[in-house]
C-alpha cells in the first residue's frame, strides 16, 4: 500500500473531526471581564480598567440574552472579584464553551526617565571612588493613542491550546472517546483543531474590528500574542482591548453609558457576524 494511499485513508477517517472544528454550532458563549478585584489592570485619569471591563461585558451579556436567544452566556466574573487566568479558561472548558471572548481596555506604556541627583562616594579597594546617583522616574502621560485592536493566540503557545484540546477532547469532539492518547492519530486530529480554532479566532477577531470601524474608531488590526487565558482554553477566542485609557477623550467614551453601549454592540455584532459565518 502506497504512502499516498495510507495518508488518504488517515484524512479520510479524521474528516468527522475537521468538520467539527469548523462548523461546530455556537450554543455557549463565555464573556470574560479582564482584571478584577486586587489587580485593577490600566488606570486613567478616572476609572480603572477592571471596572470599565465588567460595565462593558454585563452589557453584551445583556444584549446577547436579549437577541441571541439560542445562546447560552457564561460569564467569568459578574463581580468586583478576582478570578485567575487559570480560573477563566477553566470555566469556559468546564462549560464546554464554544467561543471566549476577553475584554480588555488599552494603555500605552508608562515613560521612564533617571533624574540625576548627586554623587555619593564608595569604597573600591583602597580608594574612595564618586559614584553618580540616579532616580527612576515614571511618567503615566496622556497619549493620543486611540483605536481597538485584537489578540489571538500566539503560535509560541500552542502547545498549551493542544494540551487543553486533548484534555477536553470529548468536548471538542462531541463524541465521547474518539480520540484515543494511544492512538498515533490523534496528535494530528489535535494539531488539525488547533489550526481551525486558530482561523476561527482571526475570523471572530476580523468580525469584531470591522464592526468597531464601522463606528468610526480606528482599527489596529488582529494580531497573535501568548496570552495564558486564550491559550488553556479548547475553543476559539480572542481577547478585545476597546480603548487606551490613557487617552482622555477615550477614557471619557468609555465612561459614558453610551460609549460602553457602542462598544457592546460591536462587539455583539462582531459574534453575530462570526456566529452566522460559522453555522452556514
Given amino acids: 500500500m502506497g504512502y499516498k494511499y495510507i495518508l488518504f485513508i488517515i484524512c479520510l477517517g479524521m474528516l468527522p473531526f475537521f468538520a467539527s472544528a469548523n462548523g461546530k454550532k455556537i450554543s455557549k458563549i463565555v464573556l470574560d471581564a479582564g482584571h478584577g478585584g486586587k489587580d485593577i489592570g490600566a488606570?486613567?485619569?478616572m476609572s480603572q480598567e477592571?471596572?470599565?471591563t465588567l460595565a462593558i461585558v454585563l452589557r453584551l451579556g445583556r444584549i446577547m440574552?436579549?437577541?441571541?436567544?439560542?445562546?447560552q452566556v457564561i460569564y467569568t466574573r459578574t463581580t468586583d472579584d478576582f478570578p485567575t487566568l487559570k480560573d477563566r479558561h477553566e470555566i469556559a472548558n468546564h462549560a464546554n464553551a464554544d467561543l471566549f471572548l476577553s475584554v480588555h481596555i488599552n494603555s500605552t506604556a508608562d515613560r521612564v526617565?533617571?533624574?540625576?541627583?548627586g554623587y555619593r562616594t564608595v569604597k573600591k579597594g583602597h580608594?574612595?571612588?564618586?559614584q553618580a546617583?540616579?532616580?527612576v522616574v515614571r511618567q503615566h502621560e496622556q497619549y493620543t493613542a486611540k483605536g481597538t485592536e485584537t489578540y489571538v493566540l500566539g503560535l509560541h503557545r500552542n502547545s498549551q491550546k493542544e494540551g487543553a484540546i486533548g484534555e477536553y477532547s470529548e468536548n471538542v469532539s462531541g463524541q465521547a472517546g474518539l480520540l484515543n492518547e494511544n492512538d498515533p492519530q490523534t496528535d494530528i486530529i489535535i494539531a488539525q483543531y488547533a489550526q481551525a480554532?486558530?482561523?476561527?479566532?482571526v475570523s471572530l477577531g476580523t468580525d469584531i474590528e470591522r464592526q468597531f470601524e464601522r463606528e468610526g474608531r480606528p482599527n489596529l488590526g488582529v494580531k497573535q500574542k501568548g496570552l495564558e487565558v486564550l491559550a488553556g482554553s479548547a475553543m476559539p477566542g480572542v481577547l478585545v482591548e476597546v480603548g487606551f485609557i490613557n487617552n482622555p477623550d477615550e477614557e471619557a467614551y468609555m465612561n459614558s453609558p453610551s460609549g460602553q453601549q457602542e462598544i457592546a454592540l460591536a462587539l455583539y455584532r462582531g459574534i453575530r457576524a462570526y456566529k452566522y459565518d460559522s453555522e452556514r
Fill in 43 to 45: 488606570r486613567g485619569q
Fill in 50 to 52: 477592571k471596572n470599565l
Fill in 65 to 71: 440574552n436579549d437577541s441571541m436567544r439560542d445562546v
Fill in 113 to 117: 526617565s533617571r533624574v540625576f541627583e
Fill in 127 to 130: 580608594k574612595h571612588v564618586q
Fill in 133 to 135: 546617583i540616579y532616580r
Fill in 197 to 201: 480554532f486558530l482561523k476561527r479566532s
